[in-house]
C-alpha cells in the first residue's frame, strides 16, 4: 500500500483479555516502531524494530507487552491480560532509516484501544 | 527529567503574530532532530529536520544549538491553519524520542 497501515482502526475489549495489534509499513522501509499516545499526552516510546530484530525494547511497560516483525514487514503488538491503563490510541510508524534524508516517520492512523 | 522537554502552552496567538516554540533534550549524543505537526486525533506528521546551521521552510525556521541541547521552532506571520500540537523529536542509535508537544491555537 502507499502508506502505513494500522489494524483494527478501533478496539473495544474487557479487562482481561488479550489483544493484538498489527502493523504493515510501507514496503522497503527497514525500521518500525511503535508508540503508545494516552488521551492529551505524548507519544510514549514502546519498541523499535531494525529489520526484524528489536534493538531497543526499553519502553514496553509491563511483560504482558510483546511485538514481533516477520519478513521485514508486519509487526504485531501483543497486550496480554489488558488492564484499563492500557486504553490508548497505539501508533505504527516506519522509515528507510539509514541515510540523512531517509530518517522521516511515516505514521499509521492508530488502532485506539479501549480497555472496559 | 524527561529525554525531551517541551512547554506545553498552550499558546494563543493572532493571526500574524510571530511565535516560538522550544525544546530541550538531555542526551548530548543525540544525532539528529526533528519538528513533527500533531492535528487534533491526526497521526503526527514531519514538518521539518532541524540543523545545526538552521533552516527555513517558508514561514517556519528552525534552529539546534547542540552546545545548550535545545531546539527551537519560530513561526511567523500566523495562519489559522498552523493551530496544531507541534512535537520535539530526538534521534539517537536509531530510537526517536518525543517531547510532549506545545499546543499552538491561532485566532482570528
Known amino acids: 500500500g502507499a502508506g502505513v497501515s494500522q489494524s483494527p482502526s478501533n478496539k473495544v475489549t474487557e479487562k482481561g483479555k488479550d489483544v493484538e495489534l498489527r502493523c504493515d509499513p510501507i514496503?522497503?522501509?527497514?525500521?518500525l516502531y511503535w508508540y503508545r499516545q494516552r488521551l492529551g499526552q505524548g507519544l510514549e516510546f514502546l519498541i523499535y524494530?531494525?529489520?526484524?530484530?528489536?534493538?531497543?525494547k526499553s519502553g514496553l511497560p509491563s511483560d504482558r507487552f510483546s511485538a514481533e516483525r516477520t519478513g521485514e514487514s508486519v509487526s504485531t503488538l501483543t497486550i496480554q491480560r489488558t488492564q484499563q491503563e492500557d486504553s490508548a490510541v497505539y501508533l505504527c510508524?516506519?522509515?528507510?532509516?539509514?541515510?540523512?534524508?531517509?530518517?522521516?516517520?511515516?505514521f499509521g492512523s492508530g488502532t485506539q484501544l479501549s480497555v472496559l | 527529567r524527561k529525554e525531551v522537554e517541551q512547554d506545553p502552552g498552550p499558546f494563543n496567538v493572532p493571526e500574524g503574530a510571530t511565535v516560538a516554540f522550544n525544546c530541550t533534550y538531555s542526551?548530548?549524543?543525540?544525532?539528529?532532530f526533528f519538528w513533527y505537526r500533531q492535528d487534533c486525533r491526526k497521526e503526527p506528521k514531519l514538518l521539518m529536520s532541524?540543523?545545526?546551521s538552521g533552516n527555513e521552510d517558508g514561514r517556519f525556521t528552525a534552529q539546534l544549538n547542540r552546545a545548550s541541547q535545545y531546539i527551537s521552532l519560530l513561526i511567523r506571520d500566523s495562519k489559522l491553519s498552523d493551530s496544531a500540537t507541534y512535537l520535539c523529536?530526538?534521534?539517537?542509535?536509531?530510537?526517536?524520542?518525543f517531547g510532549d508537544g506545545t499546543t499552538l491555537t491561532v485566532k482570528p
Open positions: 524494530f531494525q529489520g526484524n530484530s528489536a534493538p531497543d
Open positions: 514496503s522497503g522501509h527497514t525500521a
Open positions: 532541524v540543523y545545526s
Open positions: 542526551n548530548s549524543a543525540s544525532q539528529s
Open positions: 523529536v530526538v534521534k539517537y542509535a536509531g530510537k526517536s524520542t
Open positions: 510508524a516506519s522509515s528507510l532509516e539509514q541515510g540523512a534524508g531517509n530518517e522521516k516517520l511515516f
